[in-house]
Antibody
Framework: QVQLVESGGGLVKPGGSLRLSCAAS????????MSWIRQAPGKGLEWVSS???????YYADSVKGRFTISRDNAKNSLYLQMNSLRAEDTAVYYC?????????WGQGTLVTVPS | QSALTQPRSVSGSPGQSVTISCTGT?????????VSWYQQHPGKAPKVMIY???KRPSGVPDRFSGSKSGNTASLTISGLQAEDEAEYYC???????????FGGGTKLTVL
């Protein structure tokens, strides 16, 4: 079945970096847009970034210049390199298939940046 | 760009119908037929219930329906069941710059 599994979350100091990964299975990964969406504790969903099967990339203004999305179609994997992390980046980060609607979602990985 | 506007909470009794609204602008909801709705139970990942305004993914009960009028989209849940109690989020494509925007979420309580 279609499955997405995130990894790489953790506790990181302000200004630090972290790389999230998302392993995809059960579908032809290279055929689909993939996205990252985050959810701060007790808050709503916030779209972060999307990438198509090639090189078309979109970022939310809140992460532009600090985060980099990438993918390795040979490894069926999606990545999010997060630099210059801030307290407001604390959230569960979800990997999801799709560009403007998302299905399925992974289980999420928690990133904590203390203030 | 601000989040799409949803009511903070709605409620209904089992068997009743409820409608959750999602108000945006002509740059997002009103400009494209790319509105989707997500159900999220506590501690779980969101699940798509409606996409492209009114399309239902396979496996989603036909009690869930979507519509749009102008800059406002709506999710209607008929024949409410206890398991429908959850947080619901709307989402819209918003053009090539902003790209995607979510609503603030609506807590549905089944009385």
């Amino acid at each position: 079945q279609v499955q997405l599994v995130e990894s790489g979350g953790g506790l990181v100091k302000p200004g630090g970096s972290l790389r999230l990964s998302c392993a995809a299975s059960g579908f032809t990964f290279s055929d689909y847009y993939m996205s990252w969406i985050r959810q701060a504790p007790g808050k709503g969903l916030e779209w972060v970034s999307s990438i198509d099967s090639g090189s078309t990339i979109y970022y939310a203004d809140s992460v532009k210049g600090r985060f980099t999305i990438s993918r390795d179609n040979a490894k069926n994997s999606l990545y999010l390199q997060m630099n210059s992390l801030r307290a407001e980046d604390t959230a569960v980060y979800y990997c999801a298939r799709g560009e403007w609607w998302f299905d399925p979602w992974g289980q999420g990985t928690l990133v904590t940046v203390p203030s | 760009q601000s989040a799409l506007t949803q009511p903070r909470s709605v409620s209904g009794s089992p068997g009743q119908s409820v409608t959750i609204s999602c108000t945006g602008t002509s740059s997002d909801v009103g400009g494209y037929n790319y509105v989707s709705w997500y159900q999220q139970h506590p501690g779980k990942a969101p699940k798509v219930m409606i996409y492209d305004v009114s399309k239902r993914p396979s496996g989603v009960p036909d009690r869930f329906s979507g519509s749009k009028s102008g800059n406002t989209a709506s999710l209607t849940i008929s024949g409410l069941q206890a398991e429908d109690e959850a947080e619901y989020y709307c989402c819209s494509y918003a053009g090539s710059y902003t790209h995607v925007i979510f609503g603030g979420g609506t807590k549905l309580t089944v009385l």
